[in-house]
């Protein structure tokens, strides 16, 4: 087992819209586990609704559908809003404790130095970009499938992208089966993305068949990070210049 602990580079500010969306991901999820079921794979991304402009209520639909024999679709309710609205709705639902644990996880290591750069409004303006990104790389590869997709792991990919271009040095405690040790953020996202590609590059045969975990939503959501770090480079530079030598005053 590899898993990312924290990072020990000290930040300026009070990560109010990191805490915030850690908030609104926890609350949502309470919220699902209240409304059962239906309402969760109502409000996820299905993407053959989304490019077919039609709410399927399933098992309603299912003789409509040509759905393969692998795939077992889960039921669904009526979705209250234009179905593309699910691509947003969709970042802030999970499917069970664990996979909120690990999301969250990784947006309180990465997210706060992130958020710093950017500053809150366009932080989370480009965690929604790097979600809207995740989902649309993700249904366009297999816009047939009635496989529900869920989870902020695009958006949090996007933020770890991000990270991994400004602060490519940064330490990183990582639990490493039974040992604690630290590694350069570089290493340890840029091997997160590197096994989010061959794993995503691996499912393309096999999209729709099963659910599982959304490499490709993945792989977009750090992409658009990536290009998001790169149009805010100088800022960030400014930033790690300021913390770096507080005397100076510097505005990024």
């Known amino acids: 087992m590899v898993l990312p602990l924290g990072?020990?580079?000290?930040?300026?500010?009070?990560?109010?819209?990191?805490?915030?969306?850690?908030?609104?991901?926890?609350?949502?999820y309470l919220f699902q586990l209240d409304r059962g079921e239906g309402f969760t794979t109502s409000l996820a991304a299905t993407p053959y609704e989304i490019t077919h402009d039609y709410d399927l209520?399933?098992?309603?639909?299912e003789n409509r559908l040509r759905i393969p024999t692998q795939e077992k679709?889960?039921?669904?309710?009526?979705?209250?809003?234009?179905v593309q609205l699910t691509m947003l709705t969709a970042m802030f639902l999970h499917s069970d404790p664990l996979h909120l644990a690990v999301n969250m996880l990784f947006l309180?290591?990465?997210?706060?130095?992130?958020?710093?750069?950017l500053g809150s409004m366009r932080y989370v303006l480009v965690y929604?970009?790097?979600?809207?990104a995740g989902t649309v790389v993700q249904t366009l590869i297999n816009p047939n499938s009635v496989i529900p997709t869920l989870g902020a792991s695009g958006a949090i990919?996007?933020?770890?992208?991000?990270?991994?271009?400004?602060?490519?040095r940064h330490r990183i405690r990582v639990l490493v089966f039974r040992y604690l040790i630290e590694m350069p953020a570089l290493v340890v996202i840029?091997?997160?993305?590197?096994?989010?590609?061959?794993?995503?590059?691996?499912?393309?045969?096999?999209?729709?068949?099963?659910?599982?975990v959304a490499y490709l939503a993945h792989i977009g959501g750090a992409a658009t990070g990536i290009v998001a770090a790169f149009l805010f480079y100088d800022r960030a530079r400014?930033?790690?210049?300021?913390?770096?030598?507080?005397?100076?005053?510097v505005d990024p």
């Open 7 to 28: 990072d020990i580079e000290k930040i300026r500010i009070v990560p109010l819209a990191t805490y915030t969306l850690i908030a609104l991901n926890v609350g949502m």
């Open 57 to 61: 209520e399933l098992p309603r639909d």
């Open 73 to 82: 679709p889960i039921p669904q309710r009526h979705v209250p809003f234009p």
């Open 108 to 117: 309180w290591i990465f997210g706060d130095n992130v958020e710093e750069v």
């Open 128 to 132: 929604i970009v790097c979600g809207l």
């Open 157 to 168: 990919a996007g933020i770890m992208g991000s990270y991994a271009v400004w602060f490519p």
């Open 190 to 212: 840029g091997v997160w993305i590197v096994f989010q590609v061959w794993r995503g590059v691996g499912s393309i045969g096999h999209l729709g068949e099963i659910g599982g």
């Open 238 to 249: 400014a930033i790690i210049l300021r913390n770096s030598r507080p005397e100076l005053s």
